[in-house]
């Protein structure tokens, strides 16, 4: 009984030791871009993941982020960084139609070349949704998009 009661000891002192112990780099933090990233649309170009997320009113927009082990996030880019870039003027000063902005990027790579599909939702001037895309061979440079 004493060798028995010894064994299962050991054994649950193990377990419990096991389950302390952790492997380098075996943990993240959750979310892996920290703040407010809906609608992340994700590709991997060679070593590199570069995700797009929406930015709703927020300009700069579409920011665009990079990670080599889909861990460790670093901003490199928005995609929508001048009113020009969609045909709207004002579309950085539309403020007060609080539900519009940029919703779901795509992000794709395709022969060398990135490519950013969106709908940006405004006032009612040009029935409601508009549909953008932006394309750069440089993710890295904002005035590339």
Same mark, same amino acid.
Not at 1 to 15: D, I, K, P, R
């Given at each position: 009984?004493?060798?028995?009661?010894?064994?299962?000891?050991?054994?649950? +002192?193990?377990?419990a030791l096991?389950?302390?112990?952790?492997?380098?780099?075996?943990?993240?933090?959750?979310?892996?871009?920290?703040?407010?990233?809906? !609608?992340? +649309?994700?590709?991997? =170009?060679?070593?590199?993941?570069?995700?797009?997320? +929406?930015?709703?009113?927020? =300009?700069? %927009?579409?920011? =665009? /982020?990079? &990670?080599? !082990?889909l861990i460790?996030?670093?901003?490199? &880019?928005?995609?929508?960084?001048?009113?020009?870039?969609? #045909?709207?003027?004002?579309?950085?000063?539309?403020?007060? /139609?609080?539900?519009? %902005?940029? @919703?779901?990027?795509?992000?794709? @790579?395709?022969? %060398?070349?990135?490519?950013?599909?969106?709908? /940006? =939702? %405004?006032?009612?001037?040009?029935? #409601?949704?508009?549909?953008?895309?932006?394309?750069?061979?440089?993710?890295?440079d904002s !005035?590339?998009?």
């Open positions: 009984m004493h060798v028995a009661f010894c064994g299962t000891l050991a054994l649950l +002192s193990a377990t096991a389950s302390v112990i952790t492997l380098p780099n075996s943990t993240y933090l959750n979310p892996a871009i920290p703040g407010w990233h809906s !609608d992340p +649309s994700c590709v991997r =170009v060679k070593k590199t993941y570069f995700c797009a997320v +929406s930015s709703f009113l927020a =300009v700069p %927009g579409l920011p =665009v /982020y990079a &990670s080599s !082990d460790n996030w670093k901003l490199v &880019s928005h995609a929508w960084t001048r009113p020009d870039q969609i #045909g709207l003027p004002n579309a950085a000063r539309d403020v007060d /139609y609080q539900q519009g %902005g940029f @919703y779901a990027p795509n992000l794709r @790579y395709r022969n %060398g070349q990135f490519h950013l599909t969106c709908a /940006y =939702v %405004g006032p009612t001037t040009f029935n #409601g949704v508009l549909g953008t895309t932006q394309t750069t061979r440089n993710p890295f !005035d590339a998009w």
